[in-house]
Structures are given as structure tokens and as C-alpha cells.
């Protein structure tokens, strides 16, 4: 897979255009048509895709939660099938083209002869809402745009905010499904107050590898954390505020805390990443630290039955 950042003409080229976040199922089904499409018309398949999501500019308030950081993202567009990745910039001069300029930025930059559109597909500072209004002004530059077929899952459109929407809802299953994995968080391990370690639960505190990933809902979930020999434990998270023993330090952040089961090793400063299977609870104050050890008992007993499950 190359990664092209400038122009480059240097081969004829059929392209879908989105930002591929998470790279779902419905992104992998877009992606296997283009390269059908391409082999049926001897063009070169690429995905063009954004550094950041245009949210950020547009309505920065808005701008949801990443499913993937963009080296994530990069590596799956590559497995999923993507000869050439075009990384466009979303900046200010890119934000005001209309869906004219952009098409024709891409047939004198990129060599684009073909362009897919998938399901409710949409670009440009005017956004024409119609298929054939891009069909219309393709014929009108050179670039033959068709439509590709809607991928709809287990009967229910699969798309990134339907999937943030599970995730934010507790349901990291559901997310899994249209995903075709369990969704996945990547974290640097920091210090933290150490009390989970007094009552028998120690945590590795995850802070994201990238600011902007999503965060689910806040409870206790079972999950799998792989640490850095690259083995995939079994594991229970916190994603919350401990209400019970929260640190005088800071007051009110969120944490992301995880107790991984039967291990033993210096974690500090090292990247994991967190797999999200089941949400078990909502996080809730406890009377006393006595009464939150034996809750975390519990769960740590119900997580462990869901992950042998998984």
C-alpha cells in the first residue's frame, strides 16, 4: 500500500472518498467493490481519506470521538485492500471547494478517472444531495462517479456514528459487530494513587495514546488488555470517576483503570491496548472501601465467566 500525501499522477486511478473511521464492515464491503470495479476497468483501486476529521474544522464542538487513530486507520485500509491511500489535508482552502472543485481537483491532481460513492456519501462546500448531481458534474469534468451497493449488515446500515452510538451506550458488543472486532482503545500506562494494589486489585491507569479517541460510556466492563510482549490477557475496566476513593489530586477527571487478571509485571510508561467485550455496570459510589472490594469481587468473577465466552 502506498501512502500519497501530494499530487500524484502517476497512475490512472478509481477512488472512494470518506474519512473510514473504525474501517467497519461497511467500509470493508465499500472497499472490495472498488477493487472489483478496478479490476473490471484496469484502473488502480485508492481510498481517499482525511489526517483529521473535518468535524474538527466545521463544528469543532461536534467532532465526535475517533473509533481509530490515524495509524490505525492506515494500517487497516491496507488490509482491507487499499492499493493507494491518499491522505488529503482538511484545512480551510479545502473546506470551501465545491463538490465541483473537488472532483476536479482530483482528475488533474490524483488521476482519478472514477469515483465511488457510497451509502449516503457526501462532499463539498455546496453538498448536492442527489446521486446524480455528482454523477452530472463528473460527465461535466471527466470523471465517471457511479454509486456503490448499501451494505446493511444484519439488516440495520453500519456506519461510524452508529457504532460511536453503541459505544457511548454500553453496548461494545453491538459496536463489534459492525466493526468485525472488538473495539479497541491503545494507552500509555501512568502512575497512579496505587490503592487498588492495598485492597487486592491492582490497575494499569491507561491514559490514550490519542487525545482524540472515543471513550465509552463510563462503568465497569470486561475486556481484554494485550500488554507489550504482545499477549492478550483477560482483564476488568473501570472507565470513570472513582466516586469511592477518588485522587485529591484530581478531582473529577476521568479515569480508565484496568485490573488485569493473574499478572505480574512492571507495565509503567509501556503502551497496551484495551479491548471492550461486555459492559457489566454503571460505576456508582460505595459506602466504604470494604463494600467496593467485595463489589469488585464480583464482577471480577463475572468478568472472567464473559471472557471465557469470547
Known sequence: ?????????????????????????????????????????GL??????????????????????????????????????????????????????TAREFLNMLRLSYGIETLVLGFNNRFGHDRPDAFDDYKALGAEIGIEVIAAPEYCGAGAPVSSSVIRHHLLSGKPEKAAESLGQPYRLRGIVTHGQSLGRTIGFPTANVAPTDKDSLIPKAGVYAAFVTTPDGVRRPAMVNIGFRPTVSDPDAPGRLSIEANIFDFIGYLYD????????????????????????EQLRADAAKARKTLTRS
Open 270 to 293: 509501556e503502551e497496551v491496548t484495551v479491548e471492550f467485550i461486555r459492559f457489566l455496570r454503571d460505576e456508582k459510589r460505595f459506602p466504604s472501601v470494604e463494600k467496593l472490594t
Open 44 to 97: 488502480t483501486p485508492a481510498v481517499i481519506t482525511f489526517s483529521r476529521h473535518p468535524l474538527s474544522l466545521l463544528r469543532p464542538l461536534e467532532s465526535p470521538g475517533l473509533l481509530t487513530p490515524l495509524d490505525d486507520r492506515l494500517r487497516l485500509l491496507g488490509q482491507a485492500g487499499a492499493d493507494d491511500v491518499i491522505m488529503l489535508t482538511f484545512n480551510d482552502s479545502l473546506r470551501r471547494k
Open 1 to 41: 500500500m502506498r501512502i500519497i500525501t501530494g499530487s500524484d499522477r502517476s497512475t490512472r486511478r478509481i477512488a472512494a472518498v470518506g474519512m473510514y473511521d473504525g474501517v467497519h464492515l461497511g467500509h470493508k464491503f465499500l472497499i472490495e467493490y472498488l477493487r472489483l470495479e478496478a479490476a473490471s476497468r
